[in-house]
Structure formats: structure tokens, C-alpha cells
T-cell receptor
Framework: AQSVTQPDIHITVSEGASLELRCNYS??????LFWYVQSPGQGLQLLLK??????LVQGIKGFEAEFKRSQSSFNLRKPSVHWSDAAEYFCAVGARREYGNKLVFGAGTILRVKS | GAGVSQSPRYKVAKRGQDVALRCDPISGHVSLFWYQQALGQGPEFLTYFQNEAQLDKSGLPSDRFFAERPEGSVSTLKIQRTQQEDSAVYLC?????????????????FGPGTRLTVL
């Protein structure tokens, strides 16, 4: 069965500093991988996804993530954080199926940005 | 979320009441998912529809939970005899129409959710 671990419950960074949010997954093969962001009272917004090909994927809002098969990781990065990035971030994995691909989410990492 | 509305946005129910939560996707979205997000947790899968067919309901926590999508568009998640542990945000998600079977068909777009509080 798939599972996702986000080791950091909370992370605080200064505005303008770099950011890395960790995600490790468990799955028997190469999964589909996603990062979502959730602001308070909002639904989930897709930041980026990995399906195949280049292991470094670019997303919206200046985020990127790197798939490392050997480490079963898909860490999210941003070179310079903005105050508006404060939110909760979820990593998710999905099986490589034709349809009905339910997502398994991690518990989330709350990002705080200090000025 | 892109192409998905949910209502009500907030629902307060007394323990034992029945509730119905609605998901209204923009027409043409074949696949529809329901997730439950408890406080401080990530979303957890409840059930999945392809058109009107409910193909996976393995995540429904008990027989008090029931979902339907009779015409392959609007979906309703019903919870009977609500309990305090049902308090959560219920999220609906859809995949892009016409892409089933492709990688892109696995991108899920979420609605804003319904926050259910059971007293």
C-alpha cells in the first residue's frame, strides 16, 4: 500500500530565505507524485506534479521539486520565500493506474514565514 | 478550486442528525473523488465515481456514509446519524475531462470543501 511521510509538522523561515519541505513515500513502483498547498479555509491547489521524465519538475509560484528514486523522496523547494507562501503543504502519491487513481496524502507541513 | 463548487461551505449538525453534502463540478468531468480531512491531517480517500458508477468505496469509514452521483455530474455525500468523529472537512475532487487513461487524467482538482462540525 502507498504511504507518505512528511517529517516536519511545522517549519518557520524568514522571508527571502530558501525553503525545502521533505516528502518520503512508500510504493512498490514509481508512483505519480504531487504537491498541493492549502491556505486557511481553502481547498487544495496543485503546485506541481511528477509523472515521468525529468526528475526536476517546475511548478507554479516559483516552486520546484525533485524526484529521487533511490531515496523515495520528492522534496519541495523554493529559492526565496514570500510572506504569501505561508500555508500548509501536502505531498501526495498516486498509483500508476488508468483511472480511479486515488491519492494518498501526507499529514502536511505548516509553513510560517517571518518578516 | 478549478471547476468544482461545494455546498454548504459550513455545516453544524447535532449528533444523530443526517447531513447531505453536495459537490457540483463543471460539466464534463468524468472522474469524481471524495476525501475526508480531519483537523491537522491530510485528506483521506473516501470514494470514487467514474460518471455515475461508484467504482471504489473502500474508504468510506462506516455504513453511515453513502455517496451517489445519479446523473454523472453532481454528487452528494450523505452521512446518517452523525457522530462527533465525523467532524472534518469533506473535499470533492475531479479530474480533467477527456484525459482518462493518460497521466494528466491523474491530476485532481479540488473544491473548497465543506467543514462539518458535529456537536
Amino acid at each position: 500500500a502507498q504511504s507518505v511521510t512528511q517529517p516536519d509538522i511545522h517549519i518557520t523561515v524568514s522571508e527571502g530565505a530558501s525553503l525545502e519541505l521533505r516528502c518520503n513515500y512508500s510504493y512498490g513502483a514509481t508512483p505519480y507524485l504531487f504537491w498541493y498547498v492549502q491556505s486557511p479555509g481553502q481547498g487544495l491547489q496543485l503546485l506541481l506534479k511528477y509523472f515521468s521524465g525529468d526528475t526536476l519538475v517546475q511548478g507554479i509560484k516559483g516552486f520546484e521539486a525533485e524526484f529521487k528514486r533511490s531515496q523515495s523522496s520528492f522534496n519541495l523547494r523554493k529559492p526565496s520565500v514570500h510572506w504569501s507562501d505561508a500555508a500548509e503543504y501536502f505531498c501526495a502519491v498516486g498509483a500508476r493506474r488508468e483511472y480511479g487513481n486515488k491519492l494518498v496524502f501526507g499529514a502536511g507541513t505548516i509553513l510560517r514565514v517571518k518578516s | 478550486g478549478a471547476g468544482v463548487s461545494q455546498s454548504p461551505r459550513y455545516k453544524v449538525a447535532k449528533r444523530g442528525q443526517d447531513v447531505a453534502l453536495r459537490c457540483d463540478p463543471i460539466s464534463g468531468h468524468v472522474s469524481l473523488f471524495w476525501y475526508q480531512q480531519a483537523l491537522g491531517q491530510g485528506p483521506e480517500f473516501l470514494t470514487y465515481f467514474q460518471n455515475e458508477a461508484q467504482l471504489d468505496k473502500s474508504g468510506l469509514p462506516s455504513d453511515r456514509f453513502f455517496a451517489e452521483r445519479p446523473e454523472g455530474s453532481v454528487s452528494t455525500l450523505k452521512i446518517q446519524r452523525t457522530q462527533q468523529e465525523d467532524s472534518a472537512v469533506y473535499l470533492c475532487a475531479i479530474t480533467i475531462s477527456g484525459t482518462s487513461g493518460s497521466a494528466k487524467g491523474n491530476e485532481q482538482f479540488f473544491g473548497p470543501g465543506t467543514r462539518l462540525t458535529v456537536l
